[in-house]
């Protein structure tokens, strides 16, 4: 046994009943009083939030003293169990980065993991310990406002964005005091609520448990995340609070996982809302024997649980194992050794020029360019330029959702930043109103409008029944592009919008998503050409509202999409294929691909696929390579296209440079008939591709 399991044996063996308790305990502290409940070992951590969007009038907590006034009350206990500081810190702290779905778009692992290290060091200076972040809820349905804090639709990217953040977080030893313990959430399938709205249930069936919502979890896990939340939501009729399955059997019996398991915002609490549960005691002892291990915020753990010990609902066993998870974790970040902040830290640490300059790389490489015709982009041979649309001043609304360090302050206004970045020459000016607007259009040489969504409009409970810009956008687009000057239309938002009228009447679109503090800068090069945009779309761009859930690894359907003919899936009012498939981006330059190959016609246990990519065009470029299979006939129907591969490379022009990814047996594995997880044999199909609707096609067998 190691060390570390030494010393918890030795802490469990004094605990009273009180105390294990209370370190399943996380309350919110509404300022000092909190203090007794600390001094006699209430409380397990502390979540630095007030109110259920936590960031709400609580800065008073957000600082290093504060976090040090409460560990001093906690180690004043008669054990002097130290705290675990956790708070929302989703993309960046004070460096408020892209939203997780733009990053998403960057295909960047390497850039998101930078990102996170960023976050933790920051987050860390002012106390905070642990993160409730990465959200990894496969989300296909952009209704639901909490899309913009995932990764997208795709369960092969977000596996991979999982590790990255997990690795920024936490770095190999998450005992340093500048690093994160990391918190994969929502255990499981919250993504997938009806209707997108956020915390309605879900039917899930097993096969797609497995292959689409659980592989990122189980990725994060691999990659050493040290806890999971469980999640809001109904599954399947069982609250995901509730579900022993997941969180005992699958979490921990499949995947090894030996970190502790927090409930999300009162979620034990409302699993007597849910109806599973008579009381708030019996929801305790429901939530405990599933493997909730802390209860965030409900109380439920700490009002009941010694009561359920009595009655014999809960084991002195299922107790001590919760306490020991949490104690573990504790133990892993290190903060028995290292309970306090060193307050200097703040001012060395947090809002760095190079923080400050990986938000602005970051910002360049999540935006997507969905038009360009003729070329319109980068603009040259300009010389007034009218910026127009309700973005034009923006400062903190290039956050998003999720931003409760971020400072308005810290952020140079669009404006400003356009002025600085602009050629010489260039003259620009900006309308914040359609009226202003379309006057000063007519004298234009160009016109770069600046819409869409209000960090506000996304985000948890941030839910939307119409995918379309917000009212009056529209019109104001169609109004000014009507004046007939080359126009660019930029887009802020927290989700794929459905921006198919707007976007049929500019030359040319950026999709900026809400890129962080140094967005408007990283836009103005990207316009101005001195830098390429290189996102590609994390998920289908949808046509209108009534497509959703719309992806694009879909089933084929004995009636498939693409044919002709009568009676096949369709609506009778719209396409079905989406406006821009996952995957997709321009960038200023072009890319051609030859000369597929595939190192053997069968597979046996790895293969490698290979093809030349060519920038044709003028200028340096970035393109992201993708790789695509599928699997032609199987035990259970198969998606007609699964992504497995993706390298982004940066090619000069004329240049060329051959790709190659490895295909093992267990990329083609998935749940099949039987409940079994594996590979079938037989014809698949292979693609390199830009996007998830093109590409070289091969085929080999296995
Ligand atoms: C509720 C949200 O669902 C969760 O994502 C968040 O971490 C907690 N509140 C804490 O703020």
Known sequence: MNDIEERIDHLLGQMTLEEKIGQLNQPMIHGLPGLDLLRQGKAGSIINAFGALSGQGFDHLSSAEACNTLQKAALESRLGIPLLFGRDIIHGQRTVFPIPLAQAASFNPTLVEQINRVAAREASA????????????????????????????????????????????????????????????????????EGGRDYEQAEISEPTLRDVYLPPFRAAVAAGVGTVMSAFLDLNGVPATANRRLLTDILRGEWGFDGFVVSDWESIGELAQHGVAEDRAQAAALALHAGVDMDMVSGAYQETLAENLRCGRISDAELDTAVRRVLRIKHRAGIFERPFTDPERASRDILTAEARDLARQAARETMVLLKNDRNLLPLRDMRRILVAGPFVHATAELFGT????????DVVPLDQAFRQIAPTGVELWFAATPDLALSRAHYADAVILLMGEHPARSGENANVSDLNLPPGQLEWITAVAGIGKPTVLVVFAGRPLAITRAIAQVQAAIYAWHPGLEGAAALAEILFGLAAPSGRLPVSMPRATGQAPIYYARKPSGRPLREDGPFRTRYVDLPTVPLYPFGYGLTYTRFSYSDLRISSQRMRDTLTVSALITNVGERAGTEVVQLYIRDLVGSLTRPIRELKGFQRMTLQPGESRRVQFTLREEDLAFTRADGSWGAEPGRFKVWIAPHCEAGLEGEFML
């Not at 999720?402 to 302050?409: N, V």
């Open 126 to 193: 002012v106390g905070i310990r642990w993160t409730f972040a990465p959200m990894l809820d496969i989300a296909r349905d952009a209704r639901w406002g909490r899309i913009a804090e995932g990764y997208g639709e795709d369960p092969y990217l977000t596996a991979r964005m999982a590790e990255a953040a997990a690795r920024g977080f936490q770095g190999d030893d998450v005992s340093q005091p500048d690093r994160l313990v990391a918190c994969a959430k929502h255990y499981v399938g919250y993504g997938a609520a």
């Open 402 to 409: 999720w931003t409760m360090d971020g400072r308005a302050e």
